[in-house]
């Protein structure tokens, strides 16, 4: 500034803000020249073998496909087969009644031919199909990715990523080095408010990002999980011992409440945190602009409220004699490296939300609805004016599968990728290690350790640690 110029501060307010919105505006078009060479959601990946063209059409086998596998998969994609360019060439489950009503439904769709199958290593075997959608039970994702990965195949896989902590870097180490493209399933990182959210996060307009806020509650009288059972779902139906795995070491016998409620147990699922919890993390820590490993995280719930054993107005096909392992109600918090916090809150008995926002030391965004709002801080006024996003189309699986096929034909990463979904995965791995020992778990990114608040080793959970898992 030469002696003829008079600062910002000297000119008056007006003149002073401005300047600042001058600044600001430069600091946006700098961000914006930078996010084109490095992706808001995570690092680039290496380019994969064997790159499918813009134009070629993907093949699809689906492993797993009962609720979700069916209903938002198959269903989702038979209703998009055409504009996404894809064809189905495999159905595999361990229910037979579900493959071949599935096979049935693909082909009246006209998206495919497929053959049926009752094992996932078949599916592999086979060079010709493209890409897999993995929708098991949570804790056979690993092994079925990791197969698909190494077989040369892409992976959609449903949330969460895997059971455990040391299945993720399992997984982020088999993509990183195969160079295939995984997405995780958690369709909120294909709303785009939250790349808006990130784009402004970048730009400087909120300041440091000081917490980020959000909950996903749900109230059912009757417990929430208790799906019907079936009548077709039999022992000779279902090949139970596939199902259950050598992971599991319950070896419990052939249960249809196993079977349709496995969310309840914590053999087969984290419960809230790995069915709830990624819906919000997956979303928040992409908006952060560049999503970080924790730093430490707790977590506390609680399962008091024997919402499965409720009489009351429950019709037959809601009853149980089994009560659930995992929490009805649980809350976690999450520190970062940048000096943020993150809270969420999740709940089966209580269905009032709080307010969805990340908290900046200049400003906070009210993430509510289809549009962003930007309030600024008190002492931020003059120098940052409210703002209202424009509105956004609402978060969507048919979205999500798009993204997922633009990116194997691009070669890029995903919305939810490996690199964001390892960090996800890391923090509701911590807070299950965290309420179900009661400690508070610190994390080092470099070794893939984790400590208590003394320093001393703490053995993340994994497979046979106690009764229960």
């Not at 039970?137 to 449903?158: C, N, P």
């Not at 409440?257 to 993390?281: A, E, I, Q, V």
């Not at 499965?308 to 089994?322: F, H, M, V």
């Not at 020992?437 to 994390?443: A, D, N, P, R």
Request: aromatic share 10%.
């Amino acid at each position: 500034m030469s002696s003829h110029e008079k600062s910002p501060e000297a000119a008056g307010p007006t003149n002073r803000r401005q300047f600042l919105k001058r600044s600001t505006a430069a600091a946006t078009v700098l961000a914006a020249a930078g996010s084109l060479r490095t992706p808001i959601y995570g690092q680039a990946q290496a380019p994969s073998v064997n790159v499918v063209g813009a134009n070629d059409r993907l093949v699809i086998g689906f492993v797993g496909v009962g609720g979700q596998g069916s209903g938002a998969h198959v269903n989702g994609n038979n209703e998009h087969f055409k504009e996404n360019n894809i064809t189905v060439a495999a159905v595999c489950d361990v229910s037979q009644h579900r493959v071949d009503e599935n096979v049935k439904k693909i082909t009246d769709a006209g998206a495919g031919t497929p053959q049926g199958y009752g094992d996932y290593q078949k599916v592999m075997e086979r060079k010709d199909i493209d890409v897999i959608f993995c929708a098991t039970v949570d804790h056979w994702h690993t092994r079925v990715s990791k197969a698909a990965l190494q077989s040369g195949k892409h992976v959609y896989v449903e949330k969460p990523m895997t059971r455990y902590l040391a299945e993720a870097f399992e997984l982020y180490d088999t993509v990183k080095s195969t160079g295939k493209i995984l997405q995780v399933g958690s369709q909120g990182c294909s709303d785009m408010k939250w790349h808006k959210a990130a784009e402004w996060i970048k730009a400087g307009k909120i300041g440091p990002i000081v917490m980020l806020q959000g909950s996903y509650m749900r109230n059912n009288p009757w417990g929430e999980w208790n799906y019907t059972i079936q009548q077709w779902a039999t022992a000779q139906d279902i090949n139970w011992k596939m199902w259950m795995g050598s992971q599991i070491q319950t070896h419990e016998p052939f249960n249809a409440d196993h079977y349709f409620r496995w969310r309840k147990y914590y053999p087969y699922c984290s419960g809230l945190l790995g069915d709830l919890f990624p819906h919000k993390l997956h979303p928040y820590m992409l908006a952060t602009g560049n999503p970080e490993f924790p730093v430490r995280v707790a977590a506390v719930g609680s399962k008091k409220f024997n919402t499965d054993l409720r009489k009351e107005g429950r019709k037959p096909e809601q009853e149980t004699k089994y009560q659930r392992d995992v929490e009805e109600v649980i809350q976690l918090i999450a520190e970062f490296p940048s000096g943020y916090v993150m809270h969420i809150t999740s709940s089966t008995v209580n269905e009032q939300g709080t307010q969805e926002r990340i908290r900046g030391h200049k400003a906070t965004l009210d993430m509510a609805g289809n549009k962003i709002q930007l309030n600024p801080e008190r002492s931020f006024s003059e120098e940052i004016d409210p703002q209202t996003s424009e509105g956004f189309p609402a978060e969507s699986v048919p979205a999500h599968h798009k993204n997922f096929y633009e990116s194997i034909r691009a070669n890029k990463q995903p919305n939810a990728g490996i690199d964001l979904a390892t960090k996800v995965q890391t923090v509701i791995s911590l807070a299950e290690t965290s309420d179900r020992l009661g400690v508070m778990c610190y994390f080092d990114e470099k070794t893939r350790k984790v400590a208590d608040g003394l320093g001393r080793e703490i053995k993340p959970l994994y497979y046979g640690w106690d009764k229960n898992s």
